[in-house]
C-alpha cells in the first residue's frame, strides 16, 4: 500500500469519525439543554458556576499577608514584600509564585519597588521583579492575540523593550548565581524577542541547572516549544513527554503533558477529534500523578480543567465526570476561557460527561428513556 493511499484512508476514517462524532454530540446537547440535572450527579447547577476562577480562593495566613503587603506597598513601604518573597527560601517554585504576587502589585504602582531597589540595589529578588515587571509591561503592549491580529506599532514597541528587560535579569543572575527565576524571566522574554533555538536551550540548560523541575520554568519553556511561536508539535510533545517522564512524585509537572496536548489542538482542530482517542494511556497516567498533587497547589485546579476537557474528548466519561466533581462551581480557566461563554462551554462538557457514562445516581442507573444518548 502506497503512503499517499495510506493517508487518503486515515484521511476518510478521520472525516467519518469526526461526522459521527458531532451528530452524537448534536443529540447530547439536547439533552443537556432539556434534561440534564447536574446535582444528580453531584456537581452544582448551572447557576452556581463562577467563571472568574480556576477554583477557590486561597485562604488563611498567605491571603492575609498578601493584603497586607498590598496595603504597605501603596504607602511606599516595601519591606514586607521582601520579607515575603524571602521567607520561600531554597522552594523556588514557592519562590516564584511569591515573585508574580509582587509582580502584579507592582504594575499597579511601582514606586514601592523602585524604593527597595535604591535602598538595596545588590538585593536579587528586588531584581527580579523587576525585571518582570519589563517583561509583563511588555506583553500587555503586545496582547495575547497572534502575530496577525497585534498592530505593527504595538508589536514593535513590545520587541524593543525586551532586550533590556533580559539586560536586567541577567543582573539580577549576577546578584545571586543559585536563584534560577532571574532565568525564568529570560526565557519568557527570549519567546518573546525571538530568540534561535540553540540560543534559548543555552538560557534553558542555565535554569534547569539551578532548578530542573520548576513548574512554571517549564510551562515557559513548553510555549517557546509550540507550533505558534519557535517550535512545532513534534518539538513541543517531545519536550512535554521529556518533563513528564522526570517529574518527582506529587509534581505538578506531571500534568505539563495537558497543555501540550491542547496546544496540539489548536493547531490541528480537524485531527484533534481522532487523535485525542490514541491518549488514554497518557491520560490514565496524568489521572494518577495528579491525584498525588496536593490539594493547596496552586497549579493544580488549572490542570484539572485541562484534564477533565481532554477525558472527555478521549471519551473517557467516567473519569471526566470524577474531574468535574472535583473542579465544583469553578469554571474559570483554560479551556473554557477560551470560549466566548466559559461557564456554558464547561456545563456542555460536563453535561456530556454525565450523559455518556453509565452511572448509579441516588436515583438509581440513569436510563436511555431519562434521555441517556447511545
Known amino acids: 500500500m502506497t503512503s499517499e493511499v495510506l493517508g487518503a484512508i486515515i484521511t476518510a476514517a478521520i472525516v467519518a469519525i469526526t461526522a459521527a462524532i458531532r451528530l452524537a454530540g448534536n443529540r447530547t446537547r439536547r439533552w443537556i439543554e432539556t434534561e440534564f440535572d447536574p446535582a444528580l450527579y453531584g456537581m452544582p447547577s448551572r447557576a452556581a458556576l463562577i467563571p472568574d476562577r480556576a477554583g477557590p480562593p486561597p485562604i488563611g495566613p498567605r491571603t492575609r499577608k498578601t ?29 516564584w509564585v511569591r515573585v508574580r504576587q509582587l509582580t502584579a502589585i507592582a504594575l499597579t504602582d511601582d514606586s514601592w519597588l523602585r524604593k527597595w531597589r535604591t ?7 528586588a531584581a527580579v521583579i523587576e525585571a518582570d515587571l519589563m517583561v509583563q509591561r511588555a506583553w500587555r503592549i503586545r496582547g495575547s492575540g497572534t502575530v496577525r491580529q497585534v498592530p505593527k506599532p504595538a508589536m514593535a514597541s513590545f520587541r524593543a523593550q525586551l532586550p533590556a528587560a533580559i539586560e536586567a535579569a541577567r543582573h539580577a543572575a549576577l546578584l545571586d548565581p543559585a536563584d534560577p527565576n532571574p532565568w525564568i ?19 534553558w540548560t542555565e535554569l534547569t541547572a539551578r532548578a530542573p523541575h520548576h513548574y512554571d520554568a ?14 512545532s508539535d ?26 501540550a496536548l491542547y496546544e496540539r489542538g489548536k493547531s490541528r482542530p480537524l485531527e484533534e477529534p481522532v487523535r485525542a482517542l490514541f491518549e488514554r494511556r497518557r491520560l490514565k497516567t496524568a489521572v494518577n500523578a495528579l491525584a498525588l498533587v496536593p490539594e ?62 453509565k452511572i448509579e445516581t441516588g436515583q438509581g442507573v440513569v436510563s436511555k428513556r431519562q434521555g441517556m444518548v447511545r
Open 119 to 125: 535602598a538595596e540595589p545588590g538585593c536579587c529578588d
Open 185 to 203: 524571566v529570560m526565557i519568557t522574554a527570549a519567546r518573546g524577542a525571538g530568540y534561535r533555538r540553540a540560543k534559548f536551550r543555552e538560557l
Open 296 to 357: 493547596h497547589d496552586p497549579h493544580l485546579p488549572p490542570l484539572r480543567h485541562l484534564l477533565a476537557h481532554h477525558l472527555v474528548r478521549a471519551r473517557m466519561w467516567k473519569a471526566a465526570l470524577d474531574q468535574f466533581r472535583r473542579l465544583g462551581p469553578w469554571c474559570g480557566a483554560t479551556p473554557w476561557t477560551d470560549r466566548p461563554d466559559p461557564a456554558k462551554a464547561f456545563h456542555t462538557a460536563r453535561g456530556l460527561a454525565a450523559a455518556r457514562s
Open 234 to 259: 513534534r518539538a513541543m510533545m517531545s519536550f512535554a513527554r521529556r518533563a513528564v517522564r522526570n517529574a518527582p512524585m506529587g509534581s505538578p509537572l506531571a500534568g505539563l503533558i495537558l497543555h
Open 218 to 231: 517549564h510551562w515557559q519553556a513548553l510555549q517557546y516549544w509550540c507550533a505558534k511561536w519557535h517550535g
Open 67 to 95: 493584603q497586607e503587603i498590598a496595603d504597605a506597598a501603596s504607602t511606599g513601604d516595601w519591606k514586607p514584600a521582601a520579607g515575603y518573597v524571602a521567607a520561600a527560601g531554597g522552594d523556588w517554585d514557592d519562590r
